[in-house]
Structures are given as structure tokens and as C-alpha cells.
């Protein structure tokens, strides 16, 4: 079994195919645009990156390490920089993967990340399905962050960083705290 290592952002869109001219350390990317063949199965790899994937409509399976997770509709999970991954689609209408850096998440997010989001440094973290509520909040959430994303202007990773913890008005760090176990 070859394992593809991305040793950063950059790796993944050269393995993916995209233009990539330099580092980076924030992306957000609609799945459906990455993957437009279905049912797709992506290469096996190591990533040193964070990754969030939200999915509206959608279902497929993924592998960390020797853990299989089924997801569905509805559904957000992370997995954390270190492990072997891989993962297949069955069915990609409206999803998006946000992938950020360790040195994103402590220059725009929080100097201490892990102090102050410990979860982060879990091993394994499991699809959560989420409520109709808590659904419509990331997706509003995603939106702004991807319309931002879109932007070039100076403060764009401090606006990012900013609605990635989110904001008083939506759930003080949505997208983080609502990932960690209940």
C-alpha cells in the first residue's frame, strides 16, 4: 500500500491536481468540486494538517488509522494531523473540507491552541451528526468563512481565524467546540 505524505497544504493540492504557487496554510474547497466522479476513493495518506469536512448531502466512509467511519448527511468531523487516512464517497452533493496548519490555528486562532481547545490532540475523533439547528449555523458559518476566503485582502487569515472560533452572535467557537464530545 503506497501512503502519499503531505507534509503540507500545499502536498494535498499538488496531489489533488490544483494550482498551488505557494505555502499555505488555510483552504476551504467544496468536496463536490474536488470530486466531481462519484463514487470516488482518495489515495491513502498522512497528512500534517487539520482537517474539517461538513456535509450537507452526502454519505461515504472514512479510515483513520484502523478505524472505519461511516458518514452521512448532516454530518462534521475533523482528523488531525499524524494519522494514515483515506476515504470514499458514494454520494457528494453539497459538502466542504476546511484544512489549516497547526501554525494557522496558533497565529490566527489561539497562541496556545492546544490549552485552549485540548480535543484537537485527540486520537480519534468520529463523525457527529448534528440537528437541524446546529446544521443551518455551520452552514452559515462555512459560508461566510468560504466568502472570506474568496477575498484578497491583508486581514483575510485574521478574519478567518476570527470566524473559525466564530463569534459572540453564533455560538462563541462553533466550528471547534462543536466538535468536541458531548
Same mark, same amino acid.
Given at each position: 500500500?503506497?501512503?502519499?505524505?503531505?507534509?503540507? /497544504?500545499?502536498?494535498? #493540492?499538488?496531489?489533488?491536481?490544483?494550482?498551488?504557487?505557494?505555502?499555505?496554510?488555510?483552504?476551504?474547497?467544496?468536496?463536490?468540486?474536488?470530486?466531481?466522479?462519484?463514487?470516488?476513493?482518495?489515495?491513502?495518506?498522512?497528512?500534517?494538517?487539520?482537517?474539517?469536512?461538513?456535509?450537507?448531502?452526502?454519505?461515504?466512509? #472514512?479510515?483513520?488509522?484502523?478505524?472505519?467511519?461511516?458518514?452521512?448527511?448532516?454530518?462534521?468531523?475533523?482528523?488531525?494531523?499524524?494519522? /494514515?487516512?483515506? #476515504?470514499?464517497?458514494?454520494?457528494?452533493?453539497?459538502?466542504?473540507? /476546511?484544512?489549516?496548519?497547526?501554525?494557522?490555528?496558533?497565529?490566527?486562532?489561539?497562541?496556545? /491552541?492546544?490549552?485552549?481547545?485540548?480535543?484537537?490532540?485527540?486520537?480519534?475523533?468520529?463523525?457527529?451528526?448534528?440537528?437541524?439547528?446546529?446544521?443551518?449555523?455551520?452552514?452559515?458559518? #462555512?459560508?461566510?468563512?468560504?466568502?472570506?476566503?474568496?477575498?484578497?485582502?491583508?486581514?483575510?487569515?485574521?478574519?478567518?481565524?476570527?470566524?473559525?472560533?466564530?463569534?459572540?452572535?453564533?455560538?462563541?467557537?462553533?466550528?471547534?467546540?462543536?466538535?468536541?464530545?458531548?
Amino acid at each position: 500500500m503506497e501512503i502519499h505524505v503531505h507534509h503540507s /497544504i500545499a502536498d494535498l #493540492y499538488k496531489t489533488l491536481g490544483l494550482p498551488c504557487d505557494e505555502e499555505i496554510d488555510f483552504t476551504i474547497l467544496s468536496i463536490p468540486d474536488l470530486h466531481p466522479q462519484i463514487p470516488f476513493k482518495s489515495p491513502v495518506l498522512r497528512a500534517d494538517y487539520f482537517s474539517f469536512i461538513l456535509t450537507k448531502e452526502g454519505s461515504g466512509v #472514512y479510515w483513520l488509522d484502523d478505524h472505519q467511519f461511516p458518514f452521512t448527511s448532516q454530518s462534521i468531523y475533523f482528523t488531525n494531523p499524524g494519522h /494514515i487516512k483515506s #476515504y470514499e464517497l458514494t454520494e457528494s452533493k453539497d459538502a466542504f473540507i /476546511i484544512t489549516l496548519s497547526e501554525k494557522f490555528l496558533r497565529e490566527h486562532v489561539h497562541p496556545e /491552541i492546544y490549552g485552549e481547545f485540548p480535543f484537537l490532540l485527540a486520537e480519534i475523533a468520529p463523525p457527529k451528526n448534528l440537528s437541524k439547528t446546529d446544521m443551518e449555523e455551520f452552514e452559515t458559518l #462555512y459560508s461566510q468563512i468560504l466568502k472570506e476566503f474568496k477575498k484578497d485582502s491583508r486581514y483575510r487569515n485574521k478574519i478567518l481565524g476570527n470566524l473559525f472560533i466564530g463569534d459572540s452572535a453564533q455560538d462563541k467557537r462553533k466550528v471547534l467546540v462543536g466538535l468536541q464530545s458531548d
